[in-house]
């Protein structure tokens, strides 16, 4: 039976990341995902070096991103579990 809160993998995150760059990033963050995939294409067509630079960075922002979504789902079960009922 699954909680109604599920968390985010940063194993599923990194290979997402590692197979599709920055498109990866919509498994944890959509805004997130929109920027990074739209920056990289200028960055390819000009500098040529967009993937050296952007691929390993959407990586860590992968990472950040998940911890993110994972620490806000707790803080949310946190919240929901000490709620005090109404009379």
């Known amino acids: 039976m699954k909680s109604g809160i599920e968390t985010k993998s940063y194993l ?3 290979v997402l990341n590692v197979l599709f760059g920055p498109l990866g990033l919509f498994y944890s963050s959509k805004l ?4 990074f995939s739209v920056t ?3 960055t390819i067509l000009a500098f ?4 050296i630079v952007d691929w390993p960075i959407s990586i ?3 990472f950040a991103s998940v911890s993110d979504y994972n620490r806000q789902r707790n803080l949310r079960r946190f919240k929901y579990k000490n709620a005090k009922p109404v009379n």
């Open 40 to 42: 990289i294409i200028p």
């Open 32 to 35: 997130y995902g929109i920027v």
């Open 48 to 51: 040529g070096f967009g993937i």
């Open 12 to 14: 599923k995150q990194f």
């Open 60 to 62: 860590i922002i992968g």
